[in-house]
């Protein structure tokens, strides 16, 4: 008899011995290292300023440049007083990221392979490193958010040459 009842018990602590799911071992978050400033800029007497390489636009410069160790660019364009399209055929071989987003007004550009395109409000494009492309016309009051990686960057300027050779 003692033999069934050891079997029994045996039975019976198999059957109500539970299931336990042991928890991975809580890792500690790693602290978020601040990789750039805040920044905050007002529109409100914003500087606007013209650059060599395009001086048919002024640009308002937030300050993203510098918070982010010129990582990133970020800025706002706007058509300088009494300039004239077109922004000729040219080429950012290592911008990785350029973005633009029309804020006001419209724009026309030209890109390789696509032909013309116009952008109005609320419009983006993002440009592959690379692709050779031009503005060929803009409204007056033409305002765009321009953002790129990295801030700094080639702008070459194509020759006649190569534009001919170039397509729709």
Do not use: N
Not at 44 to 56: D, V
Not at 61 to 81: M, N, P
């Amino acid at each position: 008899m003692a033999t069934a009842t050891k079997k029994k018990s045996a039975a019976k602590t198999a059957t109500s011995k539970k299931t336990v799911t042991k928890k991975p071992a809580a890792t500690k978050a790693k602290p978020r290292t601040k990789k750039f400033d805040l920044v905050i800029d007002s529109a409100k007497g914003a500087t606007w300023t013209t650059e060599p390489h395009r001086p048919q636009f002024e640009y308002r410069h937030f300050g993203i440049e510098e918070a982010t160790k010129r990582k990133y660019g970020s800025h706002v364009i706007r058509v300088a007083k009494g300039a004239k399209p077109p922004v000729r055929h040219h080429v950012h071989p290592d911008c990785e990221f350029l973005q633009v987003m029309i804020l006001k007004g419209w724009v026309k550009f030209w890109y390789d392979g696509v032909g013309e395109k116009k952008l109005s409000v609320g419009d983006v494009h993002l440009l592959p490193a690379g692709i050779k492309h031009a503005v060929t016309g803009w409204s007056k009051d033409l305002e765009m958010l321009e953002t790129t990686h990295p801030a700094d960057y080639d702008s070459i300027v194509l020759t006649d040459a190569q534009i001919a050779r170039l397509k729709d």
